[in-house]
């Protein structure tokens, strides 16, 4: 995949404390659905220790990607619109039988029109990246 690529092409500095960050979040994640599925607090401990680097690895590599997106996007001038958010909900709505006033409440009440604007944003640039890509043959 392009995006990918770029990810891994890319070589520019991330802020340490957003690394931590999102880092933290993860593993606060992953916490929670070990507590919710009963699992001992020392085996939590110890799962968290054990996913660390790895949790550390995959929030670097989501920030690297959502500010490649961020970047294609403001320069292509690939922008998120009203209708593309309206069109978002009612696809959603359609997906889960839900009505588009029901699923624009539970986006609105959490908070969730940044990562739906963010996820938008990235299948534009991904198909911008496909439309514009010239692939080659290895020679």
Do not use: C
């Not at 961020?70 to 359609?94: C, H, N």
């Not at 739906?116 to 043959?137: G, T, Y």
């Amino acid at each position: 995949m392009l995006l990918d690529r770029l990810i891994r092409k890319a070589e520019f500095d991330l802020p340490n404390p957003l690394i931590e960050d999102q880092t933290e979040a993860r593993l606060a994640q992953l916490h929670d659905r070990l507590a919710e599925q009963g699992v001992p607090h020392e085996k939590i401990h110890e799962e968290l220790k054990e996913q660390e680097a790895t949790a550390r690895d995959e929030a670097e590599r989501s920030l690297r990607a959502l500010m490649i997106i961020e970047t294609i996007g403001e320069k292509e001038e690939l922008l998120v619109s009203k209708e593309d958010l309206d069109a978002e909900l009612s696809s959603i709505a359609e997906r889960n039988q839900a009505d588009v006033a029901e699923v624009r409440k539970y986006y609105e009440e959490n908070n969730l029109y940044k990562d739906m604007a963010i996820e938008i944003l990235e299948r534009k640039v991904k198909s911008f990246l496909r439309e514009s890509a010239d692939i080659r043959e290895p020679t």
